[in-house]
């Protein structure tokens, strides 16, 4: 059933306000009136969460509202994973993805996991205060078609610059894709990634795109 989008902007809208009884009332709400629990989550929870990233980023949201937020969206998506259909067999491909060295924050990335999965990625996360070797082994390990990397800091950002050369110098069949509030699109292009997306919803897209790229340089090769 087409979701109702006025009813998952109030999901958005809730979430962004910190008023968790209403988006858990609301996620169910909506659940129950037939909206995918896709849409859900990537027309209703996600942007909400976002926005609250950029109040964050913006001095308007400090620490204690980051994690209330985190903590209303990890019951709300508790809710809709019953709903999820199970992912089809077909291998959509695999992400390897942490937080770099030195840095501990996770709710962007945290999301941008969630958002793949649901479309039918594999995701293997490192977590945070991950060391760029790790990045290295585990996608040798999985075979993973991307690597993807977020920071925070402006003392940490240098590093996925040194995870873009890591790979190439390695010689791994993978891209780099790398994100965070601070990261823009023309320092991605700076240090050399494959991709750079500003929010969850559109990485989903991004990784696709790169995913079939990837595949179709490995049949060449």
Same mark, same amino acid.
């Given at each position: 059933m087409p979701a109702d989008t006025e009813l998952l902007s109030q999901i958005s809208d809730a979430l962004l306000e910190l008023e968790e009884q209403r988006v858990l009332d609301l996620t169910k709400q909506a659940l129950a009136d037939g909206a995918s629990p896709r849409d859900v989550i990537q027309l209703g929870l996600a942007p909400g969460i976002t926005a609250v990233g950029v109040?964050?980023?913006a001095g308007e949201y400090f620490l204690p509202e980051l994690l209330v937020a985190a903590d209303v969206f990890t019951s709300a998506i508790e809710i809709v994973k019953p709903h999820l259909s199970k992912v089809?067999?077909?291998? +959509? /491909?695999?992400v390897v993805i942490g937080t770099v060295k030195g840095d501990i924050h996770e709710i962007g990335k945290?999301?941008? +996991? #969630?958002? #793949?999965?649901?479309? /039918?990625?594999?995701?293997h996360d490192l977590g945070i205060d991950v060391p760029l070797q790790a990045f290295i082994d585990k996608q040798r390990e999985t075979g993973a078609e991307i690597v993807a990397a977020s920071a925070l800091l402006s003392s940490t950002m240098p590093l996925l610059k040194d995870l873009v050369e890591l790979v190439r110098a390695e010689n791994l069949p993978a891209a780099v894709i790398v994100g965070g509030a601070p990261v823009k699109e023309w320092l991605a292009k700076e240090y050399g990634a494959d991709g750079y997306s500003p929010d969850a919803v559109t990485a989903v897209r991004l990784v696709e795109d790169i995913v079939q790229k990837v595949r179709a340089d490995r049949v060449v090769a």
């Open positions: 109040r964050f980023e089809a067999s077909e291998d +959509k /491909g695999a945290n999301v941008v +996991k #969630l958002m #793949l999965e649901v479309a /039918g990625f594999t995701v």
